[in-house]
């Protein structure tokens, strides 16, 4: 029976690991991220993750305490699975965004990361059951959720908002040429999105006429994703590149935004119980994620955008501007005054 009872916590952990997206079991995340829908993958990263860490910190709380009664030694199993769990989504979490270029891939990764992060609070939590400090471990879980939760909506967000274009409308097809004639077409377009008069020629029997047809406006396409259409955004759209970089700035954990303060609660938690080499690990980690997170943000701000690049920024629907905004707020107001907040959740 105790083989069967840690069979059976093993598949649901597993279960568990893998819908928050935790390595060895991330593999699914960036992929999604990118290729789902990005209102339903703000949704996904935010209330999904949020879910399922409830779901496992009731799992661990509960298993983790009968374990450490009647199986010590598989209780010191889990926790050494729980460590190498933590510590292996921090690292891919955190290295290997650094070499991705699609936004809504790095925000995956990031995901994977912060995942890592939150398992740090997991483990601390886990040390602290059945003392005193547990009252406030369980309370900066959630606080972090919250915060990753504001940050990761407004950042998809930002991302629905930036578009790619067509710089030019296909004219129509050529006039067939008869007997031996052939028929060419050549159009004329700068690189600004500038059109000029497309000439139809068409020959067969050595004579040429002209024919001018207008060109239709651009039309706004899909999300433009790729890094390099968002070099120069923050002269585009000045507004814009501000939030997201609140929000990246707050998942980077720097200080007067939610995230630092999320942070410093899981970080502070691990110390507490014991666990002060897996909170130095995530000290180093989150150091490393600040790179590629101000990499964008000097992307959107200190390099010139492409002449070429067909990007717009569309206008945010209220829907869109309300997320934006409650987001915003939050991100500030959980930084500058968290007490109230964590007050009511402990």
Do not use: N
């Not at 936004?103 to 912060?114: D, E, F, P, T």
């Not at 939150?118 to 309370?139: D, K, M, N, R």
């Not at 028929?183 to 068409?202: E, F, I």
């Amino acid at each position: 029976m105790d083989l069967l009872a840690l069979l059976g916590i093993l598949f649901l952990l597993t279960g568990l690991l893998f819908k928050v997206g935790s390595a060895p079991f991330h593999v699914w995340t960036p992929d999604v991220y990118q290729g789902a829908p990005t209102p339903i993958t703000g949704f996904m990263a935010a209330c999904t993750k949020a879910a399922a860490f409830g779901a496992l910190i009731r799992v661990l709380v509960i298993v983790g305490a009968g374990l450490q009664v009647g199986l010590p030694d598989a209780y010191q199993a889990l926790e050494v699975g729980l460590w190498t769990f933590a510590i292996a989504s921090m690292v891919v979490g955190s290295v290997v965004t650094l070499v991705q270029v699609d936004v809504k891939r790095i925000l995956g990764y990031s995901a994977i990361a912060h995942t890592g992060f939150l398992l740090v609070g997991v483990i601390g939590l886990l040390s602290l059951v059945g003392t005193a400090g547990v009252g406030s471990a369980l309370p900066s879980l959630i606080f972090y959720l919250l915060a990753y939760g504001l940050a990761t909506v407004g950042a998809f967000t930002v991302v629905t908002l930036v578009r790619e274009t067509s710089r030019s409308a296909t004219v129509g097809a050529l006039v067939g040429a008869a007997g031996s004639g052939a028929g060419a077409t050549t159009a004329a377009a700068d690189g600004a999105g500038a059109t000029g008069p497309v000439t139809t020629s068409g020959a067969s029997d050595g004579s040429a006429s002209d024919d001018e047809t207008a060109v239709e406006p651009p039309v706004v396409l899909g999300e433009a994703t790729h890094l390099s259409q968002w070099a120069g955004l923050g002269r585009r759209s000045p507004w814009l590149a501000a939030l997201y970089s609140l929000f990246l700035l707050s998942m980077a954990g720097i200080p007067l935004t939610a995230g630092f303060v999320a942070k410093f609660g899981v970080f502070s938690a691990a110390v507490a119980g014991g666990d002060w080499v897996l909170a130095l690990v995530g000290v180093l980690s989150s150091a490393v994620a600040v790179f590629f997170y101000v990499r964008i943000i000097v992307l959107m701000y200190f390099t010139p955008a492409d002449e070429d690049a067909a990007v717009t920024v569309v206008a945010p629907k209220p829907l869109a501007l309300i997320a934006l905004f409650v987001c915003a707020v939050g991100v500030i107001g959980l930084g500058i005054f968290p007490s109230p907040v964590l007050g009511l959740l402990g």
